[in-house]
């Protein structure tokens, strides 16, 4: 059995790449950190198409919660590995930058690049001992071309997609691949959340759709789950250090 693990699994893109890579045959682990209806709601819907999943929450941002959660999991599973990893987990604030409270500023770092930095230091051993692995970095278009209102999370993403290159520099002998995923509005519970705040009404986010994205219409999280998929499969096998944007056309 081969195994995925997902952070920030449970919602909205995170939700559409665990499905999608357990319809690809991973035993999928969940992570997430509070939302436990939305996990079980994910992992159902994995059940239910007869594929393999488990939870396992923990908070990214929390080293210890880490080890402690992936080390149960290691004695679980004696003989496995966490052959590919898919760092999800984010936070954003709709702040400007003169309005970020500084809990604000550390919790997105935190959360987004000490996640990244803790979760795959702790799973990477393995993927060298065994010669083999997949690691794909969420970023964001914000990170490429800025966003107004996003400072921390657009240094966040920045970072991210610095560490993803020079971390495939380091591993790729190992047949270790490590790509980012540059994502650009996608149709979550989370971007209609900061639409309903950012605009007055729907005809608003629509006429800023038509005018801001070429292709005249958001992102699914099934597709960025396809993408995921390719990247971590044997066919993306020569592709690493690349950052791939899912946009519709946005910044280009």
């Known amino acids: 059995m081969k195994y995925a693990l ?15 890579l357990a319809r690809d045959g991973y035993s999928v682990i969940i992570n997430y950190k509070s939302n436990h209806e939305a ?5 159902a819907q994995i059940q239910k198409e007869g594929g393999q999943a488990e939870l396992l929450p923990f908070d990214v941002s929390q080293p210890q919660a880490i080890n402690e959660a992936l080390e149960s999991w290691q004695k679980a ?7 590919a990893l898919v760092h999800n987990a984010g ?33 990477l051993p393995a993927m060298f001992l065994c010669h083999y692995g997949r690691i794909v970095n969420i970023s ?15 240094a966040a993403k920045a970072a991210i997609i610095g560490a993803t290159r020079s971390l495939a520099v380091e591993v790729a002998s190992r047949k270790i691949t490590v790509n980012a995923v540059a994502l ?4 979550t519970d989370l971007q209609q959340y900061y ?43 020569y592709i690493t250090g690349q950052v791939i944007g899912i946009n519709g056309g946005l910044g280009v």
């Open 6 to 20: 997902i952070t920030g699994g449970s919602r909205g893109v995170g939700r559409a790449i665990s499905i999608q």
């Open 39 to 43: 996990a079980q709601e994910t992992l």
């Open 77 to 83: 599973h004696p003989d496995e590995y966490i052959e």
């Open 91 to 123: 936070v954003f604030y709709n702040d400007f930058f003169l309005d970020i409270e500084p809990n604000e500023w550390h919790n997105v770092i935190d959360t987004t690049l000490n996640g990244f930095y803790y979760v795959t230091q702790r799973i």
């Open 140 to 154: 964001s278009m914000a990170a490429l071309n800025g966003h107004k209102g996003a400072v921390g999370y657009s």
């Open 184 to 187: 650009g509005i996608i149709h």
């Open 195 to 237: 639409a309903a705040k950012c605009y007055r009404d729907e005809k608003e986010v629509q006429s800023t759709i038509r005018t801001t994205i070429p292709m005249q219409r958001l992102g699914e999280p099934e597709e960025v789950a396809d993408l995921v998929s390719f990247l971590v499969s044997d066919r993306a096998a």
